[in-house]
Structure formats: C-alpha cells, structure tokens
C-alpha cells in the first residue's frame, strides 16, 4: 500500500513537468505578435523589434521553455500584460474568489444532492424517485451556459430578486445566481451518484440481517447507510472539484465573478501569456493533485482497486 | 426483434421510448435541413413596413416565422435546424475521431504494459487536468475558431476518458485464458489485438461513442456561445444563444428556443444511454 | 420714506433674482456611477492607448487646453490663452497663475515641459509620443541625441514657448487631447512604475480609490483651477457586457449607460427614461480597409468601387434603429470636410456586378478573402449583413473576428487584405483624420493602416496644416474627401451616433462628440 502511494507521489513530478511543457507548447502556438501587443499600434516596426529583443522573444524554444520552468518553480510567475502587476501577487485573490464559489457549490450540492439520492434509494420505484432522477438528469443535460442565461433573465430580469452580475466580497446577493447555476449539474451528479450507493448498500446482507433480526431501528440502519454511501459521495465531489472547473469558468465569465476562471478566460483572449501560463498551470496542478487524493482514499476504501492497478 | 419486443419495451420504458424517438427526430432534422427550413437561414432583412410604419428586426413568433427572428431579420427556426446539422454533424464526427485516437491508444497501452502503457497514461493524466472548455479554447485559438478547430478542439479534449476506458477493459480481457493460449500459440501481437481484444470492446466502444456525442455537441456549443466556434454566418446553436443574450428582455425567445432544442436533445440521449447500460452492463456507471 | 420703500423693494427683487440665479446653477453634491467596459489599468497620459481609459482619464487630467464637453471645440485649460507668431511656428502659452496639482502644488510652465518631454522621452515608450512630432527637437530626444527637447522652453514660470519645425493650425486642438495632460514630477518619482494607478494630475476629478477589475474612484479636487465640479464623486464600475449595465441601470446601481441596439426600443417608450436619452452625433467614421499593397482589392479600383456599391448600407442604419449617419467619405456631420456632394455609392447591386464584370470578374471573385475586425458582438452583426450583401454580387468574404491585441499586430504588420476598421478623432480637427489616415509619413505605425500613399493628397494635407483661413481649409478638406471616395483606400460605410441614457436625476448631461465625455459640469437633482 505504501509503495502504492509513493508511487502515485513520484509519478506528479513528470507529470507536471510533461503538463508545463504541454501548455508552454500550446501557448507559443497560439498566433499573436506580444511584441506589437504590447507596443500599441501606433509603434514603428523599430520599437516592436526592441521589445521582441528586450523580452527574448525571438530565442530558440528549449530555452525560452527552460526559463518558463525554472521561473515557475521559483515563484516568479512574471508580471501580467494586461494590468503590467506581479502575477503572483493577482492570483491569491482571484483565487480566492472562485474557491468562495466553489466551496459554496460543493457543499450545498453535497447536501442537496445528498438528500435526494437517499429519497430516490429509499422510495425506489416510487413517483418521487422518477421525479428526483428525471431533475437531476435534466440538470446535468442543460447547456451551463443557457442555464445562467434563464436563471439570470427569471430572477433578475423578470423578478428583480437578485443582481444579475458582479461581485461583491464576502457573502452577498451577488454570489447567488453563480451558486445556482452550478449546484443544478453538481447536485443532479451526486444524487445520482448517492442514490446508486444507497441501493446498492440497502441490498446489502448485513443490513437485511440486521433488519430480520429486528433492528429495525430507523437510526442504526440510516447511520449504516449513510456510512457508507458517503465515500462514493464524497469522491463523486472530488471528481467534480476537477471537472466543474470548465464550469466554473464559464459561469465566472457569464456572471462576472471576478476569480481564477475569469482570470484565465480573460488572459487567453488578451494573449497574456505570462498570466495564462501561470493560471491554468495551477489550475491544472490542482486538478492533478485533486484526482490524486480521490485515487488514494478511493483506493484506501475499496481493496479492489487497490491491487487492480 | 419483432412488434410484440418492441411494444414490450414501450410499455416497460416509456420514457426511453420518447427519447428514442425524440433523437431520431433530430437525426432527421440534420439530415434533411434544407428542405425543413422554412426560410434562408442567412437572409438578412432589418426592417419591414407594417401598414405604413417602420418596424425593426427582432420579429416576435408569427405565422410568418415560426420562432421569430434575430436583429438582423434572419428566420431563427430556419437557423435553428441548420445549427441542428451542425451540432450534429459536429458531434459524430469529432466523437468518432475521438474514439478513432482513444481507441488506437487504448489499445495499444493496454496490450504493452510496461513502459509504454505508463508513458501514454501520464499523457492522459496531463490532457485531463486542463479544464477542458479551457484546452479546448486554446486548440480553437491555435487553428483559429472554425469547424475545423472545434472538432479538433473537441477530439483533443475527448480522447484520454476513451484511452482509459478501452486500456481498462483491455486489460481485464487480456489475462483471459483464451487469449493466453493464442499468445502462447505465437500469434502475432498486431493480430491477436484485432481479432481477440477489438471485438471484445466493441460493446463498450459503441456505448462510449453514443454517450459522447452529447458532451461533443455541448464544447461545440459552449465554444461558440464564446465566439470561439464556428464562425459566422453560418448559424449554431451556441452562438445563436449568445447573439440573443441582449434581448432576454424583450425577445427572451431569442435565446431560451435555441437552448431548449440543445437541452432536449442531450437529455434524451442522455435518458437513452441511461436505459440502455441498465439493461447491458451497469457495471458500466 | 418712499425712498426707502423702492430701496427695499429693489433688494427683494435683487435678492429673489440672486437666489434664482445660484438655484439654477446646479447642487453640489451626491456620487454618480458610471461604467467602463474594462478596467483601464493605468490613467498614466503618457500610457493612454484605449478609448476607455480616455473616457476615464479626461476627468482626471488637465493640460494646456481641455475639450468642450461636447467634444466639438476646446476650451482654455491650464493656460489661459495662448497667440502663435506670425511665422505660424513659435507657439507662446499664457498659464494661469493659480492652477494646482491633486497634490496641492503649483504648475509652472516647468511641469508642462517636464510633462511634455516625458511622453516625448523614448525610454516611456509612450504611444502618445507622436502628439509631439512637429515640435523642434522632437527627433533628436527621440534618437537619444539630446536629453531634452529644444523647442519646449520656459519663458518664465508662467509662461511656456513651444516652437514648431513647420506651421501646424491644428496644434492646440493636439494638446487638449488626454495624452498632452500634465503631471506632477514628484508624484511620478515617488509612485514610478505604479504611477499608472495613483495618477497625478490636474483634472476637475483625483483619483482616490481603485478596486483592480471591479471599480475606480474619484472625489472632486477641491482646488480645481475652474472651481470644483458639482459632483462629490464619480465612480466608473467595469462592466464588460453591455446589457447588464442596462440592467445595472434599472436596477438603479448605475447611473449611466451606453444604449444597446437591443434595447433602444424599449427604453425610448419606458416613461421614466425616455426623457434622459442623449444622443451626439460621434466625430467617427467606420470603414473597410483596403491593403492598398496586395491585389486584387489593393490595386483593383473598380473592384473597389463594385463593393461600395454593394454595401447596403441603410440596412445596417436600420439593424441600429437609426441610430448612424451614411458615410460619403469620411468625415462625418459636423467636421469641417464634410461633404453631402462627394459620390455616395448608393446601394446598388446590379451597379456592383456591372463594376465587377469590368473589373475582371464578371462570374464573381473567385476566392474567398478575409476580413478581419474587432470582436465585438454587435460590430459583427453589422459585418454579417455586409457579408450578406457582398455574397449578392459574388465576392465571398470570411469574417474573422480578433481580438484587439492581435488585430492591431496583423493591421500593423500589414497582414490582412481587408479589415474593418474605425476612426473616431483624437482631437477636434479634420486634421485627426487625415494626417494619421492617409499621409504617407503615417504608414509605418502612423495609422495609414492602408498603406496608402499618393502625393496629391499628401500635398493637400500638408496645406490644410499651414492654411489658417477657415474657408480655405474647408475647401482643402472636402477636396480630400472627395479624393478618398474616388480611390477608396478605405471604404467608408457608416458614422457612429452615440446614446446614452442617464439617470432621469442627472442634469447638465452632454455626451462628447469625441467619445470622451466628462463630467465636471453634470449635477443630481435632489
């Protein structure tokens, strides 16, 4: 088991590096002189030429590569195109704007998703699980993107509840709306995912023992059941931790909620390169380091992943 | 497969059933656009004369036109069974070329072991840590957004799930007592992953297609309603939600038709696969 | 007694006069919000490239001279007047003695020059620099020669000469654009690299407070040269997307928006708004640009002419709710050059085959061509319906739509054959068209983004800057527009009418003509 963690531990270091090398190799793809960006247009071919120089814009690829590595490693992410400001002194708190989000939406879907996968499981069969099954399948069907648009026309436009857009710190009406939008495929996922868990332990002998016995105990036998439907819900979040980050990029962008996905969305179109590498590397890092810790208390949980690998 | 199977299965599952129904309907749609557009999707007319005053475009629902207009007077049902085609069109072949890369890797990494297998597996931990409407942003931006970049985009972000998935079944048929022997036999390595391996993932290859098609047809929308899609005129589905952002408020059809139209169709395969693995492998989920 | 009776009697109606007078003078007081598309990072004059930081900026600084609000004339600024000599080169300015910093201190003749020599200075890598270029000395600072620059001198602390390598009529008109602002020397050697963001300027308006990405703030500067603005604050909130200020503004969390095409209607019929609507018609103009140095379209006029005549125009004036004036030529209503008598190209599809046939084509073109524009959703609704139109007559274009970073890279270098393109003036002269748009000296980085080059116009444009009598550069302006509709290096299609719509509480509201619109008259009705 340990040589199986350690292993796991060992392999991130080619893998962030082979992912360093990926988005360095993409971005250098993407076509844009940074040079004239950052001239201006009214700048004479002479002045764009300094800057290419100025900025080593114009060494071979290993070795602009190799100063893109050693500089992220050391902490000096470079400074931003666009706002000319230290990267790294933006990214704690665009970060942290989208980890208010996030752990917003991870744990009210948790709770919601949660309690209708146990009705689902419990009433199985019953008009209410085709119900909760038919809303949580409609919930991850819908486009995100049209599903902010409609949740921001029927409560800000036509109802006026709620600010369409924007960002205030702290817990506001702002942070609303983004929650919504993205507890609707997170929850709809959990269910599922709680339901499938709760079914499968109900079906269990022990718990048909226990209620033979006479057990009947409404208390002990939810406990059980929660028990252990809490692992697979507890990983479907970890999954969808990494997965809802397209998500939640692309409702920062919609909302305008200022944090990591914005940020990198708004980097991308500008060609900020120093700011776009540095983002989706630590977005990216954070998704490997997330499945990684999913993997891990999976495989601690359930022995037969653990030596199928 | 007879009437008396078929009215079995509508009685059993009658959801499924108007899935079935309901994705069939689209596939015709795709296929028959043309005839089943009532305008050109691309005729522009910005104003009209009702009785003597000026109008502007967007037009609401009418007898005229179906769903109503954009703001630049073009049929939106005329463009929203174009953008039908595309999405679908977008969404078989990038799937299918996603399956095409997966399925070669899967294979290949699943039957090697070894170094091989690590290297293309440390390959697909990396593709799949990049948000994928953000890798898949960044391949449009490469190609420059059109259809070919989008499913080159798509294709890029859809084939590592597909990999993993050939690779792990791949390697629960591999120690198969049948295909030990045949090794054992001396087979050709190329053979016995063609004739023994291949079609014992058929099943799940099939199914991997059919449920990927709707996560294709959703980046191309996504991708789109960004601009970084298919490019204008041509009409899709995305980018005809987008345009009528503006006017939620006074042509909220705009916007909600085109997204409703892309919901359905994705939640009926959806409901269609979900029937499906129940009855075929719900060790599949 | 009687005496005393109309004296009193003259002094209540005095005093009721006086009262009406300062009550119609406007409040002080209250904080208006207003927005940005993006948050404009710096308000440095020396760094100013965009339009919205311009918008932001002209509250914030001050130069020798300032727009009228309406953007159509300038209004003395920091000097409070200024003669040039007879030769027309050496231009002498008059500042006032009581014009102050937002950091309290006094600005001499000496900070102008500072100011000045900053954005001339190479190492500041200013895009402004170019306001400059006909100054004596100019491009000898440029090239590192000398340390300053000659022509700027101080007289006295009051005083300030500026001597011109050759006449210039339109110079003052340069200076009160934002990038000729002064600024404090001790604020930027204290503040350096983040002057940008704590800019010092001399503007009705200082900068107090800014939230990156979110807002911007600025409190009215008590010791305004003009007296203080009427406003206690005037706040700019970036809001990318143009219909959540709309939304924004309904909701009463702004005060002032830029009115969609989508809801024009509606809030022009709205009772509460429909009588705080303002409209200016924009010194803009938006054209195809025409890469004069690649065929076919480069060196094809009846090709040219073929696609003028196609455009429909009036169809994109109608998919704007009427809200743009038809382009013949390029200077629009209200700019001396404007011309209703140059040949308007008007909508003619079969006129366009006909030209086409001539031209070489007569089955239509037979690649596809691209054209490259800004982004923006509602501009590329426009190039939808002129692709449209092209597509009529047989020419196929591509829209490619890029953003602003690699659009100004591909215009620059010269890599496209058609784009769309848009000019709104940098100062209130026709001048501001034409020298960056069609003079040869301009080509490489100027703004002729056509590469257009042709001795005639040249000429013509030289003349306009050394002729000083009003009719006389009238003539010379239209004969250069007339001249640009016969060549159509840029194919001109439309003017821009700006319209907004405020807060029904705002009053003494007038939009700039030169989208930059200030704010230091404007005052809340209670």
Known sequence: MFNYILKRFLFLIPILIGLSLLIFIFLYLIPGDVARMIAGPSASKEVVDSITNEMGL??????????????????????????????????????????????????????????????????????????????????????????????????????????????????????????????????????????????????????????????????????????NALIPMITMTGTNLSRMMGGVIMIEIIFTWPGMGKYVYDALLAKDFPALQTATMLIASLVIVINLFVDLTYGLIDPRIRYHN | MNLKTIVKFIKKEPLAFIALLIVLSYIIIALFAPIIATHDPLRVKTSMNVDGEKIYAPYPPSKMHLFGTDQLGRDLF?????????????????????????????????????????????????????????????????????????????????????????????????????????????????????????????????????????????????????GLGIQPPSPSLGSIISNGRGYMMFAPWYSILPGIVLALFVLSVNILGDTVIDYFDPSYK | MRRYSILILLLLVFSLVFSSVVVAEGNYGGEFTGFSSTDPKSLDPAALGSWDQAVMAANVLEGLARLSPSGQSIEPGIAKSWEVSDDGLVWTFDLREDAYFHNDENITAEDVKYSF??????????????????????????????????????????????????????????????????????????????????????????????????????????????????????????????????????????????????????????????????????????????????????????????????????????????????????????????????????????????????????????????????????????????????????????????????????????????AYGYRVADYADPDSFVYPLLHSDSIDGGGNVAFYSNDKIDNLIEEGRLETDEQERKNIYEEINNMVQEELPYISTTHNIWVDVMNPDVRNWQPSAMDIHMFHRVWLAE
């Open chain 2, 78 to 226: 005329s463009r929203i069974v174009f953008g039908v085609r595309v999405s679908l069109f977008v969404g078989i072949v990038a799937r299918g070329l996603s399956m095409l890369l997966g399925v070669f890797l899967g294979l290949i990494t699943g039957f090697s072991g070894g170094i091989i297998d690590n290297i293309i597996m440390r390959i697909t931990d990396v593709f799949m840590s990049i948000p994928a409407i953000l890798l898949a942003m960044i391949v449009t931006l490469i190609f420059s957004p059109s259809l070919t970049s989008v499913i080159l985009a798509i294709v890029v972000v859809g084939w590592p799930d597909v990999a993993r998935l050939v690779r792990s079944q791949v390697l629960s048929i591999k120690n198969n007592e049948y295909v030990e022997a045949v090794e054992a036999l001396g087979a050709k390595k190329i053979r016995i992953i063609l004739k023994h391996i291949l079609p014992n993932c058929m099943g799940i290859i099939i199914v991997s297609f059919s449920m990927g098609i709707p996560g294709a047809v959703m980046y191309e929308a996504g991708l789109s309603f960004f």
């Open chain 1, 58 to 227: 114009n060494r071979p690829l290993p070795v602009q590569y190799f100063e893109f590595l050693t500089n992220f490693l050391t902490g000096d992410f470079g400074h931003s195109y666009q706002s000319g400001k230290a990267i790294i002194d933006e990214i704690p708190i665009v970060f942290k704007r989208t980890l208010q989000l996030t752990i917003i939406v991870q744990i009210i879907s948790f709770i919601i998703g949660g309690i209708m996968g146990i009705i689902s499981a419990v009433w199985r069969k019953s008009i209410w699980d085709r119900l909760i099954m038919a809303i949580s399948v409609s919930g991850l069907s819908l486009p995100l993107f049209w599903s902010a648009l409609v949740i921001q026309l029927l409560f800000s436009i036509y109802l006026g509840w709620l600010p369409p857009s924007g960002y205030r710190s702290g817990f506001d009406l702002y942070i609303i709306l983004p929650t919504l939008t993205l507890v609707l495929p997170n929850s709809g996922m959990l269910a599922r995912v709680t339901r499938s868990a709760v079914i499968d332990v109900m079906n269990n002998d022990y718990i048909r023992t226990a209620k033979s016995k006479g057990l009947s105990n409404f208390w002990v036998i939810t406990k059980h059941i929660v028990r």
């Open chain 3, 117 to 418: 020599e900053r954005v001339i200075n190479p190492e500041t890598r200013s895009p402004q620099a170019w306001l400059f270029n006909k100054v004596v000395g100019y491009s000898e600072m440029r090239n590192g020669e000398a340390a300053e620059v000659s022509g700027i001198r101080v007289a006295d602390d009051y005083t300030l000469e500026i001597e011109l390598v050759e006449p210039l009529t339109p110079f003052v008109s340069m200076l009160a654009s934002p990038g000729a602002a002064v600024v404090s020397k001790t604020a930027v050697e204290e503040y350096g690299d983040q002057f940008g963001q704590n800019v010092v300027s001399a503007g009705p308006f200082k900068l107090t407070n800014w939230e990156q990405n979110l807002e911007l703030e600025m409190s009215a500067f008590e010791d305004y040269w003009a007296g203080r603005p009427y406003l206690d604050t005037l706040k700019f909130r970036f809001i990318h997307d143009e219909n959540t200020r709309i939304i924004e503004l309904l909701s009463g969390n702004i005060d002032w928006a830029w009115v969609t095409p989508a809801h024009h209607q509606g809030l022009t019929n709205n009772s509460v708004y429909k009588d705080s609507i303002y409209r200016v018609n924009t010194l803009h103009v938006a054209y195809f640009i025409v890469n004069m140095n690649e065929g076919p379209f480069g060196n094809n006029l009846k090709l040219r002419q073929a696609i003028s005549y196609a455009l429909n125009r009036e169809s994109v004036i109608d998919s704007l709710q009427g809200r743009a004036n038809r382009a013949i030529g390029i200077f629009p209503p209200g700019f001396m050059g404007h011309d209703q008598k140059a040949t308007a190209y008007e909508y003619n599809p079969e006129k366009a085959k006909e030209l086409l046939a001539e031209a070489g084509y007569p089955d239509g073109l037979p690649e596809t061509y691209t054209v490259i524009s800004l982004p923006w959703a509602n501009l590329i609704k426009i190039l939808e319906i002129y692709q449209q139109n092209l597509r009529d007559v047989g020419i196929n274009i591509e829209l490619k739509p890029v953003q602003q970073g690699e659009y100004m890279s591909m215009i620059g270098e010269g890599n496209f054959d058609l």
